[in-house]
């Protein structure tokens, strides 16, 4: 099975995606770690992505298409794959479709930005083990220390309110879109996002009929 997980930032998906990888045994395919292993390797495309990166520009559609297109043809997709991350844009899902991925259904899980906002500026991780907390859900027995090693709790950069609205409108403006792209396809699957990860996980199963 070929999927794609759609879905605003903190509204799960990678989340979702590990689960689905371990059931369903087929890898993960994250734009993120698929560029870092094409540095690492030194490949055509990962040499280019390179080139952009260490001029602090962002690597262009045409080369990220080319590292997944990679991607994809490893042994291990061929069983089926899970696409986190990508496409991100109509012209990326209009490549993927032109590369002959056969995309068997996309998984958009839906939360209210205002949950997101709560739930991502609420997040705070100890700044010596990386342990996370949250100040309403997974509260540390003293606060602002970890109850682990006694570090200090601090709250990411990408989880202050700002941040996280400015990631918002970029989804919304930019990958929201394919939502509609890919029901007219047919292939959407719409889970809205529960209060635990164990109530989604159940209701994207339920979606997929896995």
């Known amino acids: 099975m070929n999927i794609i997980m759609l879905g605003a930032?903190?509204?799960g998906k990678g989340t979702q995606?590990?689960?689905?990888c371990e059931h369903l045994n087929i890898p993960t395919i994250s734009t993120g770690n698929i560029i870092r292993e094409a540095l690492r390797t030194g490949t055509e495309m990962g040499l280019k992505a390179k080139s952009y990166m260490d001029a602090g520009q962002l690597v262009p559609d045409e080369v990220v298409i080319g590292i997944v297109k990679d991607r994809l043809?490893?042994?291990d997709c061929?069983?089926?794959?899970i696409l986190d991350g990508f496409p991100?844009?109509?012209p990326q899902a209009e490549a993927l479709d032109e590369m002959g991925a056969n995309i068997d259904c996309v998984i958009d899980i839906e939360v209210e930005d205002d949950v997101i906002v709560n739930r991502l500026s609420g997040r705070r991780v100890c700044e010596n083990c990386g342990r996370p907390y949250h100040i309403?859900?997974?509260k540390p027995k003293v606060d602002g220390v970890c109850d682990d090693c006694n570090g200090a709790?601090?709250?990411?950069?990408?989880?202050?309110?700002?941040?996280?609205k400015n990631r918002l409108d970029i989804y919304h403006k930019e990958t929201e879109p394919l939502v509609n792209y890919y029901k007219a396809q047919g292939k959407l699957k719409v889970v809205v996002g529960k209060d635990t990860v164990k109530e989604t996980t159940e209701a994207v199963f339920k979606a997929i009929e896995v």
């Open 136 to 138: 309403e859900s997974l």
């Open 9 to 11: 930032p903190g509204a």
């Open 78 to 81: 061929k069983n089926g794959y």
């Open 17 to 20: 995606a590990a689960v689905l």
């Open 153 to 164: 709790l601090v709250q990411r950069k990408d989880d202050q309110i700002d941040t996280i």
């Open 73 to 75: 043809q490893e042994d």
């Open 88 to 90: 991100r844009t109509i």
